[in-house]
């Protein structure tokens, strides 16, 4: 079935430091991706998506980009901040071939969790 | 988040005892969504809801059911709560094609069985 590898936490960064977050998938079909931001005591809240091959997702200085080929969607920023510091989900939702363009249900990494010291 | 809540926020609830989270939607999204999330787990998808009376299992649906008699509620219920039921449980919801492919997440519910 589909499923999300991330890479394992925690990860400790400083202030201003390049931030990679690994996410590799399969899927079946023909997936979204997305990643998610959960901060401490709330819900999860969508930080940016791609729906096709070679998009590139940004958000808040983040970005990713699908690469059906590697079969990833690796999370990077070029200067974290402490503020930045949360839970970091990558996601898929795959779109079967004959789901007549409607989305499938969303399936998780295991997330990764972002400390950023200042 | 603006347009789903979910009641309660936090439970403390004994081994063996029926136990009921509801979720409240503003937004009329025709798909519902219960996860739950554990440490190690992720987010793990239990039942969801794809319109009034129609709900379907996900990938950890023993031990829950659900309900959806009006468009704006779904309600997960825990028949007789176990303490591997101890968990924070999110609602979801989703409008389901168009441009818009992301999910609207509740703050969640905080269950503790013990």
């Known amino acids: 079935g589909d499923s999300v590898t991330q890479m394992e936490g925690p990860v400790t960064l400083s202030e201003e430091a390049f931030l990679t977050i690994n996410c590799t998938y399969t899927?079946?079909?023909?997936?979204?991706l997305f990643w998610y931001v959960q901060y401490p005591g709330e819900g999860l809240q969508l930080l940016l998506k791609?729906?096709?091959?070679?998009d590139k997702g940004s958000n808040k200085g983040f970005e990713a980009t699908y690469r059906k080929e590697t079969t990833s969607f690796h999370l990077e920023k070029g200067s974290v901040q402490v503020s930045d510091s949360a839970v970091y989900f990558c996601?898929?939702?795959?779109?079967?071939?004959?789901?007549?363009?409607?989305?499938?249900?969303?399936?998780f990494g295991k997330g990764t969790k972002l400390s950023v010291k200042p | 988040d603006a347009g789903i809540t979910q009641s309660p926020r936090h439970k403390v609830t004994e081994t063996g005892t029926p136990v009921t989270l509801r979720c409240h939607q503003t937004?009329?999204?025709?798909?519902m969504y219960w996860y739950r999330q554990d440490p190690g787990h992720g987010l793990r998808l239990i039942h969801y809801?794809?319109?009034?009376?129609?709900?379907d299992k996900g990938e950890v649906s023993d031990g829950y059911s659900v309900s959806r008699s009006k468009t704006e509620d779904f309600l997960l219920t825990l028949e007789s709560a176990t303490s591997s039921q101890t968990s924070v449980y999110f609602c979801a919801i989703n409008d389901r094609g168009g441009s818009n492919y992301g999910y609207t997440f509740g703050s969640g519910t905080r269950l503790t069985v013990v």
């Open positions: 937004e009329n999204h025709r798909y």
């Open positions: 996601a898929l939702s795959d779109h079967p071939k004959n789901y007549g363009g409607s989305q499938g249900n969303l399936i």
């Open positions: 791609a729906t096709k091959a070679d």
């Open positions: 899927a079946t079909g023909y997936p979204s």
């Open positions: 809801s794809y319109g009034v009376k129609d709900t």
